[in-house]
């Protein structure tokens, strides 16, 4: 059964600073990885989608890469903004399942 | 289309209250989810259609919940005999098949008091 770890639980960051999130799983026979942003009591904004032959994509201030064979995919935000703050969730979806596997999330904060 | 719409954006049920929630995917797109979020956690899945057949149910979809997707169109979520435990949010989500990327709507945030 595919697991999906987020760390860290929460983030507090200022202004301007690079950070990285961290995802993890525990089946490497993934399709595709996808991150979103979650806004409270909002629903899921699809950020980027990395299919499995793929080593990273790029949008805006997004980076996000995959190493398939480790388990592990990074979101990188540059210049992050107070705008930036949201819960970030990464999913994966198996070549066994249809379904996406969500981690719990990485709750971030920027501060002004 | 401007997206995935889910209706009611909130609903507040007395326990014991049947409750129907719809979806509407993105236009195009052949397969339909659904999933259940409490709060600090990840989205749970629930089910998932590709056009009208209903094509996987998770464990944690118990006999009092059931999906339609009539026509391979919109979908409705139905919970009868609601439970305080059933207080969720519950998100669509549309694709263009199983592999492409997918979008979710803005949930529908249940309260069963």
């Known amino acids: 059964k595919q697991e999906v770890t987020q760390i860290p639980a929460a983030l507090s960051v200022p202004e301007g600073e690079n950070l990285v999130l961290n995802c993890s799983f525990t089946?490497?026979?993934?399709?595709?990885l996808q991150w979103f942003r979650q806004d409270p009591g909002k629903g899921l904004t699809s950020l980027l989608l990395i299919q499995s032959s793929q080593r990273e994509q790029t949008s805006g201030r997004l980076n996000a890469s995959l190493d398939k064979s480790s388990g592990r995919s990074t979101l990188y935000i540059a210049a992050s903004q107070p705008g930036d703050s949201a819960t970030y969730l990464c999913?994966?979806?198996?070549?066994?399942?249809?379904?996406?596997?969500f981690g719990g999330g990485t709750r971030l904060m920027v501060k002004p | 289309d401007t997206g995935v719409s889910q209706d009611p954006r909130h609903k507040i049920t007395k326990r014991g209250q049947n409750v129907t929630f719809r979806c509407d995917p993105i236009s195009e797109h052949n397969r339909l989810y659904w999933y259940r979020q409490t709060l600090g956690q990840g989205p749970e899945f629930l089910t998932y259609?590709?056009?009208?057949?209903?094509?996987?149910k998770s464990r944690l979809l118990s006999d009092r919940f059931s999906a339609e997707r009539p026509k391979g169109s919109f979908s409705t979520l139905e919970i009868q005999r609601t439970e305080q435990g059933d207080s969720a949010m519950y998100l669509c989500?549309?694709?263009?098949?199983?592999?492409?990327?997918?979008?979710f709507g803005q949930g529908t945030r249940l309260t069963v008091v």
């Open positions: 989500a549309s694709s263009f098949g199983g592999i492409t990327e997918a979008f």
């Open positions: 999913a994966v979806r198996n070549n066994a399942g249809n379904m996406l596997t």
């Open positions: 259609f590709q056009n009208e057949a209903q094509l996987e």
């Open positions: 089946d490497s026979a993934i399709y595709n």
